[in-house]
């Protein structure tokens, strides 16, 4: 069975394990070791089952800055087609 040593335990959790394992009756790594496998028992939140947020983002409508560079090249000016209907001779022949 593998061994885990911990250093630098700070004392008055020290004196918790030690505490616990005398109203337990048990030695101190008893004690250690039945509480790391409890804490690996309680699920953990994870960032993917965070909860989502109760208001959204943005509150607000945020226009646009008025410093947005124009494009490059000439202006190109729409024009209207009314009912475009092709001519026979605009569909090619199919055999």
Same mark, same amino acid.
Do not use: K
């Given at each position: 069975?593998?061994?885990?040593?911990?250093?630098?335990?700070?004392?008055?959790?020290?004196?918790?394990?030690?505490?616990?394992?005398?109203?337990?009756?048990?030695?101190?790594?008893?004690?250690?070791?039945?509480?790391? %496998?409890?804490?690996?028992?309680? $699920?953990?939140?994870?960032?993917?089952?965070? *909860?989502? +947020?109760?208001?959204?983002?943005? #509150? /607000?409508?945020?226009?646009?800055?008025?410093?947005?560079?124009?494009? %490059?090249?000439?202006?190109?000016? $729409?024009?209207?087609?009314?009912?475009?209907? *092709?001519? +026979?001779?605009?569909?090619?022949? #199919? /055999?």
């Amino acid at each position: 069975m593998p061994t885990l040593v911990i250093d630098n335990v700070p004392a008055s959790l020290y004196h918790r394990i030690q505490h616990l394992a005398t109203a337990r009756q048990q030695s101190p790594a008893d004690a250690a070791l039945e509480m790391l %496998e409890s804490a690996f028992r309680t $699920p953990m939140v994870t960032l993917a089952e965070a *909860p989502l +947020p109760q208001e959204p983002f943005l #509150t /607000e409508e945020i226009s646009a800055p008025f410093d947005i560079p124009r494009p %490059e090249g000439e202006t190109v000016v $729409p024009i209207e087609i009314a009912d475009y209907v *092709p001519e +026979p001779h605009d569909i090619p022949e #199919t /055999e």
